[in-house]
């Protein structure tokens, strides 16, 4: 059994945008391409398969979102519209996080919204935590914290000039 999450966007996605969603719902796993090119997946390293996206479907006929998903949805959409399918490997949190996290990414590429026929599994909604292998951001008054202006050291005071 899948847990399936549906991003409709306004634009067609390109595989850049697709495969740079899928990189964001968790950057430490692999993008492979499966299907003859028709589904792109997001492996583990063993090589399972967390999550398969099928090829983007232009909804082309009027009025479809508004039969498949009601008239509140079909209101917040362009006609026609994009429709990309995320299909995640059972119903734990993790593989459905990611499935909401790509169509989330996605979503905010190209303009829509993500749409899923059940709720999302608890947990599933919840950050990424931070990769254990790199080191936390520096604090806020560290010289090396971004948008902190560089500390003189000794020898690097401005010369005095008493002229």
């Given amino acids: 059994m899948t847990y399936d999450v549906v991003a409709l966007v306004r634009e067609a996605p390109d595989v850049r945008a697709l495969v740079d969603a899928m990189v964001d719902a968790h950057p430490d796993l692999k993008v492979v391409g499966a299907g003859d090119g028709a589904v792109i997946q997001l492996c583990d390293g ?75 599994p608890p947990g599933a909604l919840d950050p990424l935590p ?15 914290a971004a948008g902190t202006a560089p500390q003189p050291h000794h020898d690097q005071q401005p010369e005095r000039r008493d002229n």
């Fill in 46 to 120: 063993s090589g399972r398969a967390l999550l398969s996206i099928e090829a983007a479907q232009e909804v082309r006929v009027p009025g479809e979102v508004e039969r498949l998903l009601g008239p509140d949805i079909a209101a917040q959409l362009p006609d026609p519209c994009w429709w990309i399918e995320a299909r995640a490997a059972g119903a734990d949190p993790g593989p459905a996080g990611l499935a909401h996290r790509f169509a989330g990414g996605l979503v905010q590429r190209l303009g829509g919204l993500v749409w899923s026929p059940r709720p999302a």
């Fill in 130 to 144: 931070a990769p254990a292998d790199q080191p936390p951001p520096p604090a806020p008054d560290h010289p090396g």
